[in-house]
Nanobody
């Protein structure tokens, strides 16, 4: 089992920044990739970004390319999502997820094996 705990959400004005953190514990050696997803009320969970633990390869959803940056600290077993130039449409619950399968379909929530409890991000206009 892998446990994931997110932190860093909050209320920010449009144009502002937030950094989300996701601390992993447990069988982290089995994790190939970490991802961030967001879910707004009434909408499906949407891919934000992902990073591989070993090589640090990164992937981004189109809405956040050029604005957000995903990174990792292997020693701390923590993944970060630096969110810049935030927009009201970024308002959502943000979830951290862990993938053990190294699936090609990294943007699909169904391939991830473990999930955190989520952290709320609210961007005011």
């Amino acid at each position: 089992q892998v446990q994931l705990v997110e932190s860093g959400g909050g209320l920010v004005q449009a144009g502002g920044s937030l950094r989300l953190s996701c601390a992993a514990s447990g069988r982290t050696f089995s994790v190939y990739r970490m991802g961030w997803f967001c879910q707004a009320p009434g909408k499906e969970r949407e891919f934000v970004a992902a990073i591989s633990w070993s090589g640090g390869m990164t992937y981004y959803g189109d809405p956040v390319k050029g604005r957000h940056t995903i990174s990792r600290d292997n020693a701390k077993k923590t993944v970060y999502l630096q969110m810049n130039s935030l927009k009201p449409e970024d308002t959502a619950v943000y979830y951290c997820a862990a993938d053990e399968s190294a699936s090609y379909y990294f943007a699909r929530s169904s391939v991830y094996d473990y999930w955190g409890q989520g952290t709320q991000v609210t961007v005011s206009s």
